[in-house]
């Protein structure tokens, strides 16, 4: 089992940029990681994945703007979120998916605010 703190949302101006992490309490190295949004009235959705080996998948709405990557040895996932728009405006969710179980888990979340 692992737990997830997401840190690094805030209130940010169109156009500007944003950096999420995702500190994991144990070895991430055998897990997909990915990061969700849910925007008020909205269902969550996804954002982005990476998996155990790097590949990478991305929402068509974020291609271009967002980079997930990970850190193996520091336990920890980030989001560089770039050319931000209001309708990137949510609360941002960390996840954890263990390959050999697709068990999921879950972080807090962050509030992300895109606004002028």
């Known amino acids: 089992q692992v737990q997830l703190v997401e840190s690094g949302g805030g209130l940010v101006q169109p156009g500007g940029s944003l950096r999420l992490s995702c500190a994991a309490s144990?070895?991430?190295?055998?897990?997909?990681m990915g990061w969700y949004r849910q925007a008020p009235g909205k269902q969550r959705e996804l954002v982005t994945t990476i998996s155990t080996s790097g590949n990478t998948n991305y929402a068509e709405s974020v291609k271009g703007r967002f980079t997930i990557s990970r850190d193996n040895v520091k336990n920890m996932v980030y989001l560089q979120m770039n050319s931000l728009k209001p309708e990137d405006t949510a609360v941002y969710y960390c996840?954890?998916?263990?390959?050999?179980?697709?068990?999921?888990?879950w972080g807090q979340g962050t509030q992300v605010t895109v606004s002028s």
């Open positions: 144990g070895k991430i190295f055998s897990y997909v």
């Open positions: 996840n954890a998916r263990l390959l050999a179980t697709s068990q999921n888990f």
